[in-house]
Nanobody
């Protein structure tokens, strides 16, 4: 099974950028689809972005389109989420998650369809 560790969170002003990293170990990372989710205080965990095993297919939440970019390098066992034009409403704990394909589009959106999770990294956007 794969272990995931997120990093790169922090405090940033509105309009700024951050790049989150999800480092994997313990498994053949290239065989997993990966998603990013976030959870703000008192709210449910929500989908942000997903990427297929070799990076050929990506999917974004409407809130992330045009501002966030998901990418991966299987040689480095890492998935990144580059976030720009950040808004206060992007404040949340961000989690990466992995699942074995095949993944129907609806499966990639739902946190309960992922098998492995990291511990999360806090992103705070000040106004």
């Amino acid at each position: 099974q794969v272990q995931l560790v997120e990093s790169g969170g922090g405090l940033v002003q509105a309009g700024g950028s951050l790049r989150l990293s999800c480092a994997a170990s313990g498994g053949t990372f290239s065989t997993y689809d990966v998603g990013w989710f976030r959870q703000a205080g008192g709210k449910e965990r929500e989908f942000v972005a997903a990427i297929s095993t070799r990076g050929a297919s990506t999917l974004y939440a409407d809130s992330a389109k045009g501002r966030f970019t998901i990418s991966r390098d299987n040689a480095e066992n890492t998935v990144w989420l580059h976030m720009s034009s950040l808004k206060p409403e992007d404040t949340a704990v961000y989690y990466c998650a992995a699942r074995r394909p095949p993944s129907a589009p609806w499966e990639r959106l739902r946190p309960d369809r992922y098998d492995y999770w990291g511990q999360g990294t806090q992103v705070t956007v000040s106004s």
